[in-house]
């Protein structure tokens, strides 16, 4: 969720200034970069699984997911479980969501937001605890963009921007393997076993996924050589809910 095209300096301080943050299990929390959809083709990509909503206008997501827990080996590994608009085939995402990483083994999670590409911002005060479900939307309207978050008992987060460069090209429900990036590119990190993740409640512009309007697209994460890393399910019979499966780091 952080960092693309800058330089090395700024990334080494940006990684000092976000050193002194916390997850919610007491462990420190450092945030990457969730940047667009990284596709091998439109059902396959190196960093994102679940939904997207394409070939329309799309100014209004929504949708709800039940935050999964991290199994930690001892390595660091990175998860995030999100909404937003772009991404798909533009170089902007507009997004918020929530993470499951694993810190030298141990548990870290937290919330955030993020108008790529400038950088990812940590959600300060707002808990992130495995099996709560969090409901998120991303809204645009007459340039302006609203972000809101709630769920587990916070006090709901709420950011409008005032930025107006959103595409509004696509919509998506996305669990993702985050990214280090550089001037020199964007390199997946090691996607934590978050097991399954549940969307529910996603809809674009008020109506389901699989809206007629629209096409949709299921996303599953591979590697470089075709490994599955998570795979969605598919949609249940509203169009509106759906599952995500860890496979690989």
């Not at 190196?46 to 949708?63: H, K």
């Not at 460069?165 to 429900?173: M, Y």
Request: aromatic share 10%.
């Amino acid at each position: 969720m952080r960092f693309a095209r800058l330089g090395l300096g700024v990334l080494f301080m940006s990684l000092i200034a976000v050193s002194a943050s916390f997850g919610s299990s007491g462990t420190r929390a450092v945030l990457k970069h969730v940047p667009p959809a990284r596709l091998l083709s439109n059902a396959t990509s190196l960093n994102w699984s679940g939904y997207a909503a394409i070939n329309s206008t799309f100014s209004d997501v929504t949708g709800s997911w039940t935050q999964p827990a991290a199994t930690c080996n001892g390595k660091s590994t990175y998860s995030s479980f999100w909404l937003g608009l772009d991404g798909f085939s533009s170089s902007t995402v507009e997004q918020l969501g929530t993470e499951a990483d694993c810190s030298k083994g141990k548990p870290v999670y937290y919330a955030w937001w993020e108008i790529f590409p400038d950088p990812s911002r940590m959600i300060s005060r707002f808990v992130v605890t495995p099996g709560v479900t969090y409901t998120a939307e991303v809204k645009e309207d007459a340039g302006d963009l609203t972000l809101t978050l709630s769920g587990g008992g916070n006090q709901p987060f709420s950011l409008g921007t005032g930025q107006g460069s959103a595409s509004l090209s696509s919509a998506e429900w996305i669990a993702e393997a985050p990214s280090m990036c550089t001037k020199s590119g964007c390199r997946e990190l090691a996607l934590t076993n978050f097991g399954t993740v549940n969307f529910s409640g996603a809809s674009a512009n008020g109506d389901a996924i699989d809206d007629p309007a629209w096409n949709f697209d299921p996303l599953t994460m591979v590697t470089g050589n075709g490994t599955v890393k998570a795979e969605p399910s598919s949609l249940n019979p509203t169009g509106s809910a759906f599952s995500v499966t860890w496979h690989h780091s």
